[in-house]
């Protein structure tokens, strides 16, 4: 994916960096999932969100040169990886439960960014 040259602020450069920082985590919770789960249908809909959210993630790497992503993305990856592990080993409606939640915190983690990027998107 071509990298985009755009002129963000330091507190945009910072709201990206923790969107890296949670699509590179939600990638990875998807990819612990698939290492351990055996059910047909979570096997399905952990490939099904692992497509979106590389896809996510892809984008967001578009916008954030590498020196501006987190020093702490190899934690996000472990992070990730050891909560789809987790979500498995608790059972499917702990799984769902758990995906549920974290998808209500990332509706509303970029809620709270949209005033934020509103301007800059005026400029396109
Ligand atoms: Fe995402």
């Given at each position: 994916?071509?990298?985009?040259?755009?002129?963000?602020?330091?507190?945009?450069?910072?709201?990206?960096?923790?969107d890296h920082?949670?699509e590179?985590?939600?990638?990875?919770?998807?990819?612990?999932?698939?290492?351990?789960?055996?059910?047909?249908?979570?096997?399905?809909?952990?490939?099904?969100?692992?497509?979106?959210?590389?896809?996510?993630?892809?984008s967001v790497e578009?916008?954030?040169?590498?020196?501006?992503?987190?020093?702490?993305?190899?934690?996000?990856?472990?992070?990730?990886?050891?909560?789809?592990?987790?979500?498995?080993?608790?059972?499917?409606?702990?799984?769902?439960?758990?995906?549920?939640?974290?998808?209500?915190?990332?509706?509303?983690?970029?809620?709270?960014?949209?005033?934020?990027?509103?301007?800059?998107?005026?400029?396109?």
């Open positions: 994916m071509t990298m985009l040259k755009i002129d963000f602020s330091p507190q945009q450069l910072s709201l990206l960096r923790s920082a949670g590179l985590g939600a990638v990875n919770i998807y990819k612990g999932i698939l290492w351990c789960a055996r059910d047909p249908a979570v096997v399905a809909f952990a490939n099904c969100h692992l497509e979106v959210e590389s896809k996510h993630l892809a578009s916008l954030l040169i590498p020196k501006h992503r987190s020093t702490f993305s190899p934690l996000w990856v472990v992070a990730g990886r050891a909560l789809g592990l987790m979500a498995v080993v608790g059972g499917k409606t702990f799984l769902f439960s758990t995906i549920a939640s974290v998808e209500e915190f990332v509706v509303e983690h970029y809620k709270q960014q949209l005033p934020f990027f509103l301007e800059l998107f005026k400029t396109f």
